[in-house]
């Protein structure tokens, strides 16, 4: 399901351009950005919407303020992300699982999406769940591929077992593979970005279609071979999403 440009607020749009930017290299670590007036220009938006952006990018740590020079990019960024493979019902629990509902068990064909983050092959059938995760209120919504069968009886038939095994699971994707996967090393690598839920998410998660949320895309890799890739949506009001930031 991609996420539109269109549903994002400008500042948040904004944001992301200006760490892709920093990111990239475009404003390299220790350098100093352009005045307000002459960025707002280059970056063709107004000076209120670009102050909110980088007091944003300063409160996570992209940015700091010298007096005399101005805004300077620091010189180890955080990536942005979170690296815990652990079930989000867990992470987002405090200490309690959330309960997990599964609206969908099912078979789908690729997508852009799984083509570019699982390297799905055309003609390929992906495991797909999707699960509202509960505590007082909805919390989340889970959308999870595994990779192609073949893909995974090379690279984690365990886990290929495991999913087989558990059709209408109450739990996460992610939570079978954590199972499956002791003595098998797992990497992951996670993008957060801000948006709205949107009107199928809204009706799922009983919130309205513009409620502010967290978008969070996943990628777990065994060997450097992707074998489950994942989306999930956290509104605003779930609860709070620990995150480890590294350089």
Known sequence: MAVSGQQRRPVVVLYERIADAIHDGTYPPGSTLPSEPRLAVELGVSRPALREALLLLQEDGLLSVRRGVGRTVNASPPRRGYEQIQPLEELLGAGRALHVRPLLR????????TTQHLLAPAGAELLFWESVLTGDDAAALSQEWAAAEETLRRYHPDFAEA???APQAACSM?????????GTALTAHSQISATLLGRRRGEQL???????????TQVVRVDGAPVLAAKHMLPTGAPALPVLQSN
């Open 206 to 216: 009983g919130r309205p279609a513009d409620t502010p949320a967290v978008l969070i």
């Open 174 to 182: 992610v939570a079978v593979l954590a199972a499956a996967s002791r």
């Open 106 to 113: 099912t078979v789908e064909e690729p997508t852009d999406f």
């Open 163 to 165: 999913l087989r095994s």
